[in-house]
């Protein structure tokens, strides 16, 4: 079964520095993988997703997202954020559980404050 | 389109009651999932469905029900409130559980006192 780590829950920046979230993941078989963003009290929306073919994945937003199988890593890069940044962010994994159903699962989610 | 749609957005139970929060998409989207939101733990999976007809347990299911007798609507229920349920409930729908995006709706806010 797949499942997914996110190595920060929290990551203070300072506006227009650069930011990396970053995301491991777990997966006996192929994967899809996706970053989502969640602004204060609204539902989860998707920044960028990685299906197949370049590692290099843009996003909305300025976002990006690099896919590194060897080391199973999934992180979400800007390279310069701004205060509208400010939100949760969710990494996701979709793959088969043992069942052999498709299941999407989240981490944890990393709560992202730009100051000014 | 509406999209996803959730009511209600807030809702108080007493230990013990029932209820049931609704979920309704009009994308004419198979697959349709719920998802409670904890601080620090993320959205766990507590039911899913690939179609009219077929459900099927997430991470968190115990004491939680649903239903899809139709495409659009895939209600959940709680069948008798429990203060470990307060929580922020998320309904979201897509083509597959796979490569496609995840719409997700506004959200519901539960607390069980």
């Known amino acids: 079964a797949q499942s997914v780590t996110q190595l920060d829950s929290q990551v203070p920046v300072f506006e227009e520095a650069p930011v990396e979230l970053r995301c491991n993941y777990s997966?006996?078989?192929?994967?899809?993988l996706f970053w989502y963003v969640q602004y204060p009290n609204q539902g989860l929306q998707l920044l960028l997703k990685?299906?197949?073919?370049?590692?290099l994945v843009k996003g909305i937003n300025g976002f990006e997202a690099e896919f590194n199988k060897s080391q199973t890593s999934f992180h979400l890069r800007k390279p310069s954020v701004h205060i509208s940044d400010t939100a949760e962010y969710f990494c996701?994994?979709?793959?088969?559980?043992?069942?052999?159903?498709?299941?999407?699962?989240f981490g944890q989610g990393t709560r992202l404050t730009i100051n000014p | 389109n509406a999209g996803v749609t959730q009511t209600p957005k807030f809702q108080v139970l007493k230990t013990g009651q029932s209820m049931t929060l609704q979920c309704a998409q009009d994308?004419?989207?198979?697959?349709m999932s719920w998802y409670r939101q904890d601080p620090g733990m993320g959205l766990r999976l507590i039911h899913y469905?690939?179609?009219?007809?077929?459900?099927d347990q997430g991470e968190v299911p115990n004491g939680y029900n649903v239903s899809r007798s139709t495409t659009e609507d895939f209600p959940l229920r709680l069948l008798s409130a429990a203060p470990s349920q307060t929580s922020v409930y998320f309904c979201?729908?897509?083509?597959?559980?796979?490569?496609?995006?995840?719409?997700f709706g506004p959200g519901t806010r539960l607390t069980v006192t």
């Open positions: 979201a729908s897509s083509y597959w559980a796979g490569s496609y995006e995840q719409y």
């Open positions: 997966s006996s078989v192929s994967v899809y």
């Open positions: 990685y299906l197949s073919g370049s590692t």
């Open positions: 996701a994994v979709s793959g088969k559980d043992v069942q052999g159903a498709q299941k999407l699962v």
């Open positions: 994308m004419n989207h198979e697959y």
């Open positions: 469905s690939v179609g009219a007809g077929i459900t």
